[in-house]
């Protein structure tokens, strides 16, 4: 019998709603601009002052989404969720790998790096247009649908669609 998905569900929008009441909404892109930030800091070191209680920068773009803030204070709830999505990753790859219902790679595309290469970059294209309408795949997908933001239903609407046909592509 296969495990259902309806309460792995309920439970994934149980801590999508405690984040956004609690913290803010979940994404991730935002820390790209901010870890670029942190970098352009080191080279100017006035890239980000603050002013009273504000950070503000020169860059326009560090203005938006609290980046400026998050350059100067870069400890914060993002970081530790990249953090944590990379060792639970890891951790889920060990410890459910011989696991009868987790999917195992495509023997093809683990020994094709073309195919890797390939869907490394359609990623970063995917990331790039996720931060172009404001977000993330996860931010939009998950946190902008729960919010009924214009843009993230417009973008999981697109996005669908795309992501089942190249995945039927790249499984053939």
Known sequence: ??????????FLGFVFFVS???????GISTQY?????IIHSVVEKDIVVQKGKEYI???????QDGIARSIANPYNFSMVF???????????????LKNKYFIKENEKLEKDSISR???FIGGVILLYGARMAGGCTSGHMMSGVM??????????IVLFPIAIFIAKKVGE
């Open 147 to 156: 919010q009924l933001s214009l843009s993230s239903i417009i973008f999981t």
């Open 20 to 26: 956004i009441l609690l913290v803010k909404p979940i």
């Open 82 to 96: 990249i953090a944590g999505v990379f060792i639970g990753g890891t951790l889920g790859r060990i410890i459910f």
């Open 1 to 10: 019998m296969k495990p259902s998905w309806i309460p792995k569900g309920l």
């Open 117 to 119: 290469m390939r869907l």
């Open 33 to 37: 601009s901010v870890t670029s930030g």
């Open 57 to 63: 920068s020169r860059i326009d773009y560090y203005n």
